[in-house]
């Protein structure tokens, strides 16, 4: 226990220099950046925003605070030394792959064609004749420890399903959604952007005799799990230095047959048991290097098996946000409006208003337009029972602040498309040359 409590009271240290790391604050513009999207989307597609950008990239701060230091913890136990992951090769290779598709940039993907070709540069190199810088390039693949990359992806991964169990769900955006010739319906956006600020590990390679890190401390025998370096030069020690680094974790799904609490419920569900796999795995790789093909191989499939398997779980079922037999459906309900104070939710069916039947939004925009200020609304809930709401629109005026599903006149509209690696490559050489 003292030997946890003196780790985590050297990592809180190295923690907060995070703060003062520019890198940390140009993500946080970024995260900014992609919420002001969202809020411009949700303008664009109902004329009135539901989300505050503001407020929401202050709420993913603050869980993402949480999120890296549970990562952290992670990643030091582990042992995972960030020089020796290749982080110079997953970078930019993670950035090409955006080009082809935003959702490519994932570290699943980079990562698991990068550890192929270290597992193949590993096997292939020693054998090669002087090829100069490409040499080197390959040298330096063969040099990446697989199984700590493969960990690493794994860890990161296990925070971002934590992160979507916890917050996923908060501020999801509505939006109208066509998928081939179906009809449109009703659902959420899920997008959620988390800054990551992270204390990881860098190796450092010490004489035996020199005295260093004095305010260091004794690691355990079984520490760490990954091992040591694998060439340590005679007379010399390996040294490990807790660093601050910052990371951006994403998700992007959505919720038309399933509620966005559910969804990510469920989306957290399969992302953890994913990177628990992938974590046990490369633990398992380091022991036995035949398996390091297997875990570089595991990220990028099973990372689209999940994606491929929630889609068509998402798809198949049911929709819950049409237009139903009778009344209006309430798709979303926006945060401060009269509707929202006076307690109606999304999924709420309107069956009149102040005695007028609501058959379409039509008839809702005629009593509103009306001029009157209070309404009496009839609604049946989700779970089968029928209430009364007072509203009052003194606030704001002709405005109730509720956001209807999808009928025969909705015109805008998200398509939903789902395309291969090689389909999206495709499209984006075609443009070029277009």
Known sequence: MDFLMNLLGIMGQTYLFSFVNILFWLVMLLVGFQYRRMVNMEIKMFGIPKNNALKQTLISAGFGVVGGLAASIMLVLIGISLDQVGIFYLWPLAIMLMLVNPRYMCFAYAGGIIGVASTLAQVFYPNLPPLGILGSFIEGLANINVPGLMALIGILHLTESILIALSGHIGSSPLY????????????????????????????????????MQYGMEMPDWWPILGAPAQVAEGSRAYYMLFPIVA?????????????????????????????????????????????????????????????????????QSPLY??????????DVLPGYPAYQAGLESGDIILDINGYTMENRLDLNEVIQAGERDFILKVIKKRGEELSYRVSLNSYPRKLGIILVPDSQTSSYVEFKQTSFFESLKGKLLKGKS
């Open 248 to 316: 951006g974790l994403g998700y992007g799904d959505f919720a038309i047959s399933s509620e966005p609490r559910k969804k990510c419920l469920r989306s957290a569900r399969n992302l953890g048991w994913y990177s628990i796999a992938l974590v046990v795995l490369a633990i398992s790789a380091h022991y036995k290097l035949e398996l390091a093909l297997a875990a570089a191989l595991f990220a990028p499939l099973g990372h689209e098996f999940l994606i491929m398997i929630g889609n068509k779980e998402e798809l198949s």
């Open 322 to 331: 049409v237009t139903p037999e009778r009344g209006i459906k309430v798709l």
């Open 177 to 212: 959604l066509k998928k081939g010739s179906r009809e449109i319906v009703g659902g959420f956006s899920l997008q959620k952007f988390w800054p990551l600020p992270i204390v990881g590990l860098i190796t450092m390679m010490i004489p035996e005799a020199a005295e260093f």
